[in-house]
T-cell receptor
């Protein structure tokens, strides 16, 4: 699976949109982009995933560039409870489940 | 239960002792995974079960680590002759498994924090 690169940490003001970038320049055509987050002392939580089209659900939006070499997770109206470590992962769907996790981005939402 | 349940939530043991960590997945989930997470790092894959069989155990660090899932539901991670370097949070996750119903979403438990003194 392709490797991902994310900033170590980011701040965002409460109520504003949080935009978390992820680079995956070696992504293959059949690899999906997944986002999970981990709130302190909890297990990781699935957020969203996509292949090449932009995706939106009740938690977030995922914007994938046309060349698929990078993506951005958008939390439209960040709250204090969104403070967490956010992980961007690429994986071939339906194949092995050995997700390769990096260190993620520590997102701190400030009041 | 509603989610993935892991017990114990905390385990403190002495170097050289044997430890068992239990995972109760979401009912109906055929796939089960064990991960290990050290402080400040992302989860590290250990083993994946599809039903009762270990489909991929390539992440187990050495032969002191072993996991079973005899009836295709509850799983136990077993660590023999524990070492201080085994200290970590051990995470269990489950999913619906392969096929059209699989979105790739893993449901994680809260983890079992193991401390080896």
């Amino acid at each position: 699976d392709a490797k991902t690169t994310q900033p170590t940490s980011m701040d965002c003001a409460e109520g504003r949109a949080a935009n978390l970038p992820c680079n995956h320049s070696t992504i293959s055509g059949n690899e999906y982009v997944y986002w999970y987050r981990q709130i302190h002392s909890q297990g990781p939580q699935y957020i969203i995933h996509g292949l090449k089209n932009n995706e939106t659900n009740e938690m977030a939006s995922l914007i994938i560039t046309e060349d698929r070499k990078s993506s951005t997770l958008i939390l439209p109206h960040a709250t204090l409870r969104d403070t967490a470590v956010y992980y961007c992962i690429v994986r071939v769907d339906g194949s092995n489940y050995q997700l390769i996790w990096g260190a993620g981005t520590k997102l701190i939402i400030k009041p | 239960g509603a989610g993935v349940s892991q017990t114990p939530s905390n385990k403190v043991t002495e170097k050289g002792k044997y430890v068992e960590l239990r995972c109760d997945p979401i009912s109906g989930h055929t796939a089960l995974y064990w991960y290990r997470q050290s402080l400040g790092q992302g989860p590290e894959f250990l083993i994946y079960f599809q039903g009762t069989g270990a489909a991929d155990d390539s992440g187990l660090p050495n032969d002191r680590f072993f996991a079973v899932r005899p009836e295709g539901s509850v799983s136990t991670l077993k660590i023999q002759r524990t070492e201080r370097g085994d200290s970590a949070v051990y995470l269990c996750a489950s999913s619906l498994g392969r096929g059209l119903v699989n979105t790739g979403e893993l449901f994680f438990g809260e983890g079992s924090r193991l401390t080896v003194l």
